[in-house]
Structures are given as structure tokens and as C-alpha cells.
């Protein structure tokens, strides 16, 4: 059985006649006049909404716009409400210090109208017309009337004095009321009827008399109030004294904790404020003396005589018959809510007659105009109610069409309807609200925050569908329509509600048509989704259904090569799936993932620099996935691939084999012996032999690196083939392979052989550092070195000529644009085996270089020390001065020798010919 609460809301414009304005009397017109005239322009609930949520200098300038474009009454109403406002009951106090800023803003913009200009007279002529409670000339706009006398009040301008003072002969309370507070806030004192005010002495309206008299009242509050901590039980005399709205509130909520202190009988404080509930007029006040009365019987039993007062005192003010104070019955539900209540039984303390009782109440809340804090108040206080009950309480007959109606209205603001969708599940069974949720999702220009919240309705309920039913057919309709929402928490919900478990069975028994279009729809959306935690969910979706046709579709859609770019996360998923379901297609979808540039046709310039980038940081990644794949390919299926297939692979072994370097012997990659053994070998004539057998060399050259017993003759053999068949740049290539193969494998005279070739070409063709890494350079000078000591026989070089080789060759370590990026102790190294190698050679250039080095490094260094210039060692000063410094010491050292007693070596013809040290 459903809940059921009826709603009456005002919705912008339906106080007005569909949108038609209450027109006062303009400049030098009778109100009938200006009835007559043609208004146009912004209606109130038009300039509301454009106000809403707007703060001092916006505020003003919207309304100042608003203000311009009409010559109606529309913008002038909205602000007032806005001036006039009071908070309703319920709300967060944040919520209350808004609206205070609200009316600020509000009385400031009407105060400034009020100081001359154009707009004066047209300001002062609207106020005039509603100041004044009349039903037949104001239209019965009792909500204007009260707003325009609290906010005039607070301009403390008496202009209008007069006007208000003819209020005091009205019957409404409230209209009274609120005229008696607006007077004595503009005087000082408190007016009983119009004859007590025609005697008021006019000459006492000086700021003067109006500070003195307040000052006053001030006082004699403060006396009450001291009075009241003492003596509690004379609330009622306190009341009937203070006439002040704000002290009477202040008074009723002091009034439960001076019982609490003075420890007064409970019975007798309670029957006090209930007392006083029956008879208050304003808002406030009520709504203190109930959190009061609430506050005193917490913790009581629900069936307690004093609980069951003070349910009886709310609900009596709701149910008056004259319908005089049902503006309060705001106030009466919050109570309510916040009432003792039995769960079981059928008395009227049980939850089910509470439920009950605020559904009646519920009806009767009519919201001030444009006022959304008291429709969220209420909607709370009625699901803190209903959710306490089973869910098997009949509240009201009539709210179905109400709740509906609200959510539905797009003039009302997000909180508002996402307030009634929250209101769905206790208002309709089930069943009932997923239709209505679902026409909800389907209305253009609704809010993703709207949107979010109506699939958390769904997702929460617990739903079961006939999977081959035209409502699960709609519900996964609607569901998709969301899939392509702007916003990913939107998204997240529509898929978070698709992968549920209360949806399972519409994925495993649907119709082949339905599961065509929605796996089409998951795959197209993985071509369109960056979330990361989407992208995963959408995988989960598609491997329910995994199937070769399901895959198939998924590895020719441009979303595998999205997903592989994502990040390692959502790319393991993604293989692990291909690989646990895609074997017919693996090589399509291994090539699919290792491929760049599928989708920046369809893209942007900021998204194609965005994609640019993924692909760079994820092409290891995607290497390694993509041979990954194959890798697990069955006999037959390796036995189907083409040469052009079998080459691309072997392509991405050696482009990966170049990003990684040097294979690490405890993660082999499980690719390589299958790159070598098979693929390679079955390229046919899709490769040149000479690069056949240079990709052989290095892949065999990994294959040792792992594994020791694979031996070195594989590769060498394959390097000599490759070196016979290889000519120009291409032979240099391969010979720089091989040199750094024959390093690793411990064949240092090979290896020096290869590298000091290399190194002697290069020294007068082409720059060093754009052909050799730092380590290959940092090779050669350890080589050259260990070769002086253990070469023998005729063309053995000197420790002097290796050391003039090793010293060339990490100079141009340590003037290549890598070597800025090494970590700090590696660089003072090499900056130490400089000064080590020119010292070593005695060539004096060589030794000059080194010098030129260290020009300018300072005896002593702290963080105030300036640095002149960009020189090498200028980031690693201030942490390894003293190393530095021993370098350089170490030159200085060697001048000295040389003042003394000259060089052992006197240099080289080498060394006068390339003065600069080789580079």
C-alpha cells in the first residue's frame, strides 16, 4: 500500500492570474486607474526566479534591469517579498543567515529607490498601495501586505506612517499584528487603534525620541528575560508585557532551559506552553513556544498524558475551523515530526496515526509566494515521519497528483523538486513511481542535478521487471538516453542503476533486439567516455554479454583504443577481458590498442593535444599489452596470422625493446623467446634481410640477457649477418647494437673495439650526442681505460691516450642536454672523472676544458652566494660544493706542478688538433 500526502503549492504566477500583475496605483493615479493601464514587462514570478539566488552588487544590478524593461508592477512585488521576508519554520540556520542577507539586500536596493530620482515617486505610489491592509483595492494579497509593512519598517521612513496606521481599525490578527510591529519600529512605542495613534505628538518623531525609546524597550527586555531564568512560570505575564515578536521567540526558547534549571514539574511548564500555542498569532513565536514544548517531553514515553498535550495543542491549531491560523500548520508539521511516537499500536501515539495526522496537516501548508524554504521544511518533516512507519500508511487521498505536479514544475527550483522526487518512495508504491521517475528522465532541459537524484530513486528501490515486459523495455529506454548526459555523476547514476543487482535479470533474459541496441550503445559510449570508473563500469556491462559477437563489435569500435589510453587500470581490464573472451579477434585487438591517432578526426584541438599526450604516456603500456595478447594465441590461430602480421609484431617487440632497454632477468617479458622463435621467423619478405637479421641480433641479445644458457652465438651470428648486409648510417647502427650487446655479455674487448670505432667516426662527422645514449658514452670511457691496461704488443696505447679518449668521451656526457636531467651524485661524478681523465692524459687543451668547467665556483658557498652566468655546475653548488671544489682543487694543483717542474706528457698531436676535447 502506498503513502499518500497531499501538497498545495502557489506556483509562480497562480496568485497572479496565470502571470497577470496586481497593478498599485502608479504616479498620479487611483489605484482603479492604474488596474486599468497596460502593464508589461517581467510578471513576479518571472523577476523571482531571474532574482533568485543573486547578492549585493548582482542582486542590484538584475534588479535595476528588471526595473528598466517594465512599466508592470511584476519586479517591484518580487523585490518586496524579497524585503518583507520571514523564515518559515525548519530550516538549516545557514539557510536563516541567507535570508537575512536576502532582506538586506532587498530593503538597501528600496531605501536607495526611496532617495529621489525617477523611481521614487513610482516606489513610493507601490508601497502606499499595500501598506494599507484592503481586500477589495489589493487585490486580498494578504502575503504583499505584510511583507511591505515589515519591510517599510525596516527603512525606518514614516512617510508612510499614516497609511499604515489605518491597519489598527482591521480585524485580520495579522494584519494587526504586523502593523502594530511596524509602528513600533518606526517610533518606539506601541499603538492599541487609530485614536491612539491620531494623538501621537508629531513632534516627538526626532531620531533622538525613536533611539531613547528603543533603547528603553531594550531594556525592559532585558529585565523580563532576567526574570524569566528565575522565575520561568510567569512566561504567560512575560508574554502579555512584551509585545515584540523577536523577544517573545526569545522568551519561549529561553523558557525550557530555565525549567531544566530551575527544576520546575514538567506537567505544569508544558500545560503553560500549550496554553500559549493555542492562542499565538505570529509565525515565530509559535514555532519557538513548539520547539519548546518538543524539546521538555524528548525522551518521554509516546502514550504520556504530557506528550499526548502537546500533540493535542498542535493539532488543535491546525483544525481550527475559522481556517484563521492554518498558516501556521508549517510549524505544526515540524513539530510533529519531531514528536515521541509508538511503533506499534493503533492509539493515537502510534506512528501510523501520526503519519496520518501530518498528511492532514500537510494539506493545508500554503507556502508564502516564492518561498521554497517552507516547501522543503515541510516535505523533510513528512519523510522523517513517514520513514519512521512500515511503509504501509495511507497519509491523505489527492497528494499523487500534487507531489507529481511539483516535481514536474519547471518553474520551481532544483531544491524544490529534487525535495519531491526524494518524497516519491513514500508517497508511491514501487511500481507506481518508476513510472513516474521515468517521465520525469524523459523531459527536455532537466537539471543533472534533478536527473541524479531521480536515478538514485530507482537505483535505491528494489525492482523486479518481467525482463520481456514493455515496462522493462522503457526503463532500459529511458536509462539509455542518460548514457550520453554531460555530466558524469549523472552518467555514473544511469550506469550505476544498469549494472545493480535489481536490474540483473533484464541483462539475462532479455530478447536478442534488446540486447542489440544496448551493447551497441555501451560500446559507442566507451568511444565517447574519459571517467575512468565509468569506463570501468561500462567493461562490466559488455562482459555479461561477453560473446565473439559482443567482442567483435567491441574491438572495431574506436572505444578500445580510448580505454587503452586511459590509464594502466582500465587497460588491464580491458585486456583481461579480450583475453578471456576475444581470441578470434586478438590481433585486431592488440593492433586496435597499440594504434595512435583513431580518434582525432572527431575531436577538437584541445581534445586532440589531450589524446596526443595519452598516447605517448601509454604507448609502453600499450606495447606491452598488445604483445601481451598474441602472446596467447593457440597454435592454429599463430598458424592463420599473414607475414604483414607477423612483422608488425615483431615491430612492436623492437619498438618496446627501445622504450624499456635492457630487459630486467626478473620479469622477462613473456613475449620474447615467442617474438624470436615464431613470429620473426615467419615475416617472409615483409622485412629487408639486413633488418631481419639486426631485429634477430637484438631480440636473440635480450634472450641471453634473461637467460644465460640461450648463449651469445645466436646473436652474434645474427649481428655479423646484419653487419655483412648493412651500409652507410644503418652499418653504424647495427655496430652500436652489437657494442652495447658485447658490453652487457662481458666482451670488453669486443665491445671496445665497436665503441672506439664508432666514437673515432663521429668525432669529426656528426655531433656525439645525437647518435650515442650516456651510457654508451660512459661504456667507452671505462673501456678505454681497462683496454690501456690489459692491450700487450705493438700499438699498445698509452695510460695517456685512453685517458685522453675517456676524457672526450664524458665531456660530452656532461655537455649533452640529457645529462641536465641525471640525478645529482651521478653528475658530480662526471664531473670528477673529467677532472680524473684530463689530469691522467696531460694534454694541456684537454686540461684547459676541464679548467673551463669550474670557472667561477666560489671558495665558500651559502644560499646568499651569487653565481655568475649558467655554468654546469650551477644547481648541484650548494649541497656538493665541497666536491666540486676538490675538482677544482685538483687543477689548481697540477698549474702549480707545472710552475714547479713542468708535465710528464707535453700533449699530442690529437690533442692539437681538436683542442676542444672531441666533441
Known sequence: ???????????????????????????????????????????????????????????????????????????????????????????????????????????????????????????????????????????????????????????????????????????????????????????????????????????????????????????????????????????????????????????????????????????????????????????????????????????LSPNSPIVGSVRESLLATAEDENQEREYLSGAVLVALARLPWSENGGGDDAIASGIDKAATVFTKIEPPLFDPDQTLASLAAIRSLAGQGDGTVVLAGGVLDKVVGLLSDEFKSDEVRIAAAKTLPFVFDESEMVGHVKKELARPNTSSALLYELLGELRRAHLEFDPESEEALSLLETLREHLDDPNTDVRASALDLLASKNLSTLYEKRTELQAGWILDDLIERLGEEESADLQSVLLSLLERDASASVMKKLIQSRGVHVLAISGPRILNELVTMLGTYGNGQLMLAASKIVEDDTVMARADAEAQARIATKEVETRRARLEAALGLVTSLDAQKVAALTAAEHALIVSWAIELRGRVGAPDPKEPPVHLKRVTDVHLAQVGSELPEDIKAWHAAMLHGDLFRIDPEHGTEPALDAFAKALDLATGPDERAVRLDRARFLHAAGMRSEAFADYDALFGYLDNAIAVESWFELADLRALAELSTWNASVAVGEGRPTPADAARRAFDAVLAVVKSDPWKQEPERRRVEDLRLVVEYALASGDEPRLQGADALFRDLPDEMDETTEIKGDPLWKDLALLHHGDLLESALLLAKRAEAEVAGGTGDGGSPQAEQNPGGGS
Open 1 to 299: 500500500m502506498s503513502l499518500v500526502l497531499v501538497l498545495v503549492l502557489v506556483a509562480p504566477g497562480a496568485a497572479e492570474g496565470a502571470g497577470q500583475q496586481t497593478p498599485p496605483a502608479a504616479p498620479g493615479q487611483t489605484v482603479e486607474a492604474g488596474a486599468d493601464a497596460e502593464l508589461t514587462g517581467p510578471t513576479r514570478g518571472e523577476s523571482h526566479a531571474r532574482l533568485l539566488g543573486l547578492e549585493n552588487d548582482a542582486f542590484e544590478e538584475e534588479a535595476a534591469r528588471l526595473c528598466a524593461e517594465s512599466t508592470g508592477f511584476g519586479p517591484l512585488e518580487a523585490i518586496l517579498l524579497r524585503a518583507g521576508g520571514t523564515s518559515p519554520p525548519g530550516i538549516p540556520a545557514s539557510r536563516v543567515e541567507r535570508r537575512v542577507d536576502e532582506r538586506t539586500d532587498a530593503r538597501d536596493w528600496i531605501g536607495g529607490e526611496l532617495q529621489g530620482g525617477d523611481t521614487e515617486a513610482r516606489w513610493r505610489s507601490f508601497l502606499k498601495a499595500h501598506v494599507t491592509w484592503n481586500a477589495a483595492v489589493a487585490g486580498g494579497d494578504l502575503e504583499m501586505c505584510l511583507a511591505a509593512l515589515r519591510a517599510y519598517a525596516g527603512l525606518r521612513d514614516d512617510t508612510l506612517g499614516g497609511d499604515i496606521a489605518k491597519n489598527l481599525k482591521v480585524r485580520n490578527p495579522r494584519v494587526l499584528a504586523a502593523t502594530r510591529q511596524a509602528l513600533f519600529d518606526l517610533y518606539g512605542r506601541w499603538f492599541e487603534d487609530e485614536a491612539e495613534w491620531s494623538d501621537y505628538d508629531v513632534t516627538c518623531r526626532t531620531a533622538g525620541a525613536h533611539a531613547h525609546l528603543l533603547s528603553l524597550e531594550e531594556e525592559r527586555i532585558r529585565l523580563w528575560m532576567m526574570l524569566l531564568a528565575e522565575r520561568p512560570l510567569r512566561l504567560e505575564e512575560i508574554f502579555a508585557t512584551l509585545r515584540d515578536s523577536d523577544a517573545r521567540a526569545r522568551a519561549a526558547r529561553q523558557f525550557s532551559t530555565s525549567v531544566i534549571d530551575n527544576e520546575l514539574p514538567l506537567e505544569e511548564a508544558v500545560a503553560l506552553l500549550n496554553k500559549l500555542l493555542v492562542s499565538e498569532i505570529d509565525a515565530t513565536v509559535f514555532h519557538a513556544l513548539a520547539e519548546a514544548a518538543v524539546g521538555l517531553v524528548q525522551g
